[in-house]
Nanobody
Framework: EVQLVESGGGTVQAGGSLRLSCKAS????????MGWYRQNPGDECELGEL??????????YYADSVKGRFAISRDNAEETVYLQMESLKPEDTAGYYC?????????????????????????WGQGTQVTVSS
């Protein structure tokens, strides 16, 4: 059974930093692409925003909204992926979810890219809340 367990969320003031961790188990981590989404209750799309991904080869992706402020990394020995978040803004407030694509799928960026539900193409963690106060 694939399990993704996030930690590291919290409340910080604008300009502050946080590091999120996602401990994975039950999957071949070293060959798995890993990523982070963020969601807010009012989001029209259940998927939320794809924030960042890191492939098994170490290639990274960042949403424009976080480029230059967030950094994703992975520790294959610890089977953990990290998201270092700097210069946080109030608009970064969200639930942050670790995810990895199910076999046969890749990361989905937009809800409109597929008719499937997020649970159909990703394994998900339970999420960790990040709140940035102004």
């Amino acid at each position: 059974e694939v399990q993704l367990v996030e930690s590291g969320g919290g409340t910080v003031q604008a300009g502050g930093s946080l590091r999120l961790s996602c401990k994975a188990s039950g999957l071949p981590f070293i060959t798995s692409d890993m990523g982070w989404y963020r969601q807010n209750p009012g989001d029209e799309c259940e998927l939320g925003e794809l924030v960042s991904t890191i492939s098994s080869d170490g290639d990274t992706y960042y949403a424009d909204s976080v480029k230059g402020r967030f950094a994703i990394s992975r520790d294959n020995a610890e089977e953990t992926v990290y998201l270092q978040m700097e210069s946080l803004k109030p608009e970064d407030t969200a639930g942050y979810y670790c995810a990895t694509p199910r076999p046969g799928f890749g990361f989905v960026t937009y809800c409109s890219d597929t008719d499937l539900q997020p649970r159909d193409y990703n394994y998900w963690g339970q999420g960790t809340q990040v709140t940035v106060s102004s």
